[in-house]
């Protein structure tokens, strides 16, 4: 019976331990498809999930950082989501491939769908110029359900410190390549790859070679032999004649 027991509690703690876990890990995120270089354009998608067992996720406000302004921001269509995108005009101006901006998107809303419990919806976003000097970029988030529910997903995250209660997603900026052309010299790694490259051809070319002039040789040295073959039977047969 004592083993029965602690056995059901352990099993209780266990899936205690899960469904927390379930829980502190399913929030609003934001993930690059591919890469999101510095400096360059990216296609993001905004994930979000449903963590509610009673209720439906009915919209999505996702706020872009005022302070790293992106000239370009393109939502892609979600059948059965409207999206509203709200720009600002900047103190000052920037220039973009030659041309002035004058205003760049602050916002960018979704709703009229719907993601049900158990459930979640991906809005992918085509955005542009990526900043060049930071490392990652914060975009806070409102979800909203139909039981008027608002779950704002706007914490920051502290070094050193545990995971917010409700986290704003996060994108991590990546280093520019060397065939960008935002990117500057190659980096180590990809010099080091190229010299291990180019040895291990000469290596190749090296044994091409010595294994080309030993055949040859060897190739030689039977005819060599052959013909003197030749030339002692020849001789045999004269002396017993």
Do not use: C
Not at 5 to 34: C, D, K, M, N, Y
Not at 167 to 186: E, F, I, W
């Amino acid at each position: 019976m004592k083993t029965s027991r602690a056995s059901f509690a352990a099993a209780l703690a266990a899936g205690s331990v899960l469904v927390l876990s379930g829980t502190a890990f399913a929030h609003v995120g934001v993930q690059p498809v591919g890469e999101a270089a510095k400096g360059g354009y990216a296609t993001l998608n905004f994930k979000v999930p449903n963590e509610r067992d009673n209720a439906s996720t009915t919209q999505l406000e996702v706020n872009f950082p005022v302070d790293q302004p992106l000239t370009s921001v393109m939502p892609q269509d979600v059948p059965g989501w409207t999206v509203n995108v709200e720009k600002t005009k900047l103190d000052k101006p920037l220039t973009v491939h030659g041309k002035q901006v004058n205003e760049v998107v602050t916002k960018v809303t979704w709703s009229g769908g719907k993601i049900g419990p158990g459930m979640f919806q991906q809005f992918p976003v085509s955005v542009g110029k990526l900043p060049e000097n930071a490392d990652q970029m914060v975009f806070k988030a409102i979800q909203t359900y139909d039981n008027n529910e608002v779950v704002r997903w706007i914490e920051e995250a502290k070094e050193g410190a545990a995971e917010p209660q409700t986290p704003a997603p996060v994108l991590k900026l990546t280093a520019a390549k060397g065939d960008d052309h935002h990117a500057g010299a190659k980096t180590d790694e990809a010099k080091n790859a190229e010299k291990d490259a180019a040895g291990h051809g000469h290596d190749e070319a090296a044994a091409d070679h010595g294994s080309d002039t030993t055949a040859r040789a060897l190739g030689i040295a039977g005819i060599v032999i052959g013909l003197g073959g030749v030339a002692f039977g020849v001789a045999s047969r004269r002396r017993s004649a």
